[in-house]
């Protein structure tokens, strides 16, 4: 019925006696998923565990070195913080039951992530942040074979000098 | 179950454009539901299975007492892709006249 009365008259006894809404609804299931950020955020981890630990080695700690420690200590714990964010999404709203029968040990392998992120927030050990990555890295291989793609691990360019899991194209 | 003789709901969101937009209104009632039960292609008030919400979504196909819904925007549409066939005694009504804003 396009009738713009008749809508009127409906807006009306709407607004008189609130009708009840029904939803049309959408959880936005955008499809948009990769783990790269989590490796990304997995390797600044790592990079500022070697900053932190290059200026540990300072004789000086005046202001300016405290200032950056402080920093270091900050984006670590920022980018520890990204690593669970981002596989949480993908584990929650990416993967489902089906993925999870194929790779029983997806859960498991998510909630290591989580342990080895806060170890990583707690301490400054390149190791700790080096298992972090590995743990995404393996994540991501599992991510890539549910879609039925291949991966290559790669060297990644940064000067974490750690490799990446990349989709093979 | 909920009988409903003749009920007004207003849509919210968008998974049935281009069909109805958000802000139409529709009158829906159990009655065509209790004489033939859900049929293919009818719009229906039915109960998310999982959220417990009311929601509007058509009929794509019927089996066993069970309804597959599914709303006409399928790019912006959760329904019986997500959460599967739902128990034909989940669906309320069937929208019997749509009233449109434009």
Known sequence: MKSPSVYKIASALDRKFKSEEVYAHCDIPCGIYDPYAAQLAAHTVIRMDM?????????????????????????????????????????????????????????????????????????????????????????????????GVDTVEAKSFYPTERTFVYPKV | MTLEIIKMYKIRDRSMEPALHEGDFVLASSIPLLISGPKKSDIVIAID???????????????????????????????????GYVDASCVISKVVIEIKNK
């Open chain 1, 51 to 147: 900053l932190i630990e290059e200026l540990g080695k300072s004789q000086v700690m005046d202001t300016e070195s405290r200032n950056k420690m402080i920093r270091y200590v900050e984006v670590k714990e920022q980018h520890a913080e990204n690593v669970k964010h981002e596989v949480r999404v993908l584990w929650g709203d990416y993967f489902k039951p089906e993925h999870a029968e194929k790779f029983p040990e997806l859960h498991g392998l998510v909630w290591e992530i989580m342990k080895k992120a806060s170890k990583c927030k707690q301490g400054t050990g390149i190791k700790e942040s080096e298992e972090l990555l590995e743990a995404v890295k393996k994540m991501a291989v599992i991510f890539w074979k549910t879609k």
């Open chain 2, 49 to 83: 299975p999982e959220k417990k919400m009311k929601i509007i979504k058509r009929v794509s196909s019927v089996e066993n007492g069970k309804v597959f819904l599914t709303g006409d925007n399928s790019r912006l549409s959760t329904d019986s892709r997500n959460f």
